[in-house]
T-cell receptor, first 115, second 111 residues
């Protein structure tokens, strides 16, 4: 079975802390995504990566950065966490655009609370 | 950027009945892909059904089917013979270079 693994299901952090959310996929997918999910707003794209060391901003990149040093791993970084970043974060991956079905495979999500 | 609109925040249906979830989108592209994803209470998002814009035939997967109206930019999901396990959040999604999602519809199937 394909698998996308997010390192932490639940995190509680303090305002101003640096936060790392890790995502690993075992499917050799080129594309990886980070979304945040909030009630009534659905999934909003933070960043995505076409391939190793490549990244593109999504709709809400402010306050976030990403790192993709290896194909299987895509990290989301909150440089200085704020309370408005309390949310559910979802990582996803897929084959390169134009390959396969375009289906995204999701991790289980990371629920972040910033106090 | 493309936008995806789901105008029904919540819906409910009786077990064994049929329900239709609505989705509209906005794009200037002519070739693209549309998806419906399901997120059960356990939170793992999974693909329900996929539609390629250049195909006129509506996609079907067992009890799930779509009504794709390209000119109207409408992509609704029909669930037939609803089951308790269909209770979930349903998200409509549009694929161009990336993947954009609607706000979701919370569907409850009642026994």
């Amino acid at each position: 079975d394909v698998k996308v693994t997010q390192s932490s299901r639940y995190l509680v952090k303090r305002t101003g802390e640096k936060v790392f959310l890790e995502c690993v996929q075992d499917m050799d997918h080129e594309n990886m995504f980070w979304y945040r999910q909030d009630p009534g707003l659905g999934l909003r794209l933070i960043y995505f990566s076409y391939d190793v060391k490549m990244k593109e901003k999504g709709d809400i990149p402010e306050g976030y950065s990403v790192s993709r040093e290896k194909k299987e791993r895509f990290s989301l970084i909150l440089e200085s966490a704020s309370t408005n970043q309390t949310s559910m974060y979802l990582c996803a991956s897929r084959l390169a655009l134009g390959s396969g079905t375009g289906e995204l495979f999701f991790g289980e999500g990371s629920r972040l609370t910033v106090l | 950027a493309q936008t995806v609109t789901q105008s029904q925040p919540e819906m409910s249906v009786q077990e064994a009945e049929t329900v239709t979830l609505s989705c509209t989108y906005d794009t200037s592209e002519s070739n693209y892909y549309l998806f419906w994803y399901k997120q059960p209470p356990s939170r793992q998002m999974i693909l329900v059904i996929r539609q390629e814009a250049y195909k006129q035939q509506n996609a079907t997967e067992n009890r799930f089917s779509v009504n794709f109206q390209k000119a109207a930019k409408s992509f609704s999901l029909k669930i037939s013979d609803s089951q308790l396990g269909d209770t979930a959040m349903y998200f409509c999604a549009f694929e161009d270079n990336d993947m954009r999602f609607g706000a979701g519809t919370r569907l409850t199937v009642k026994p």
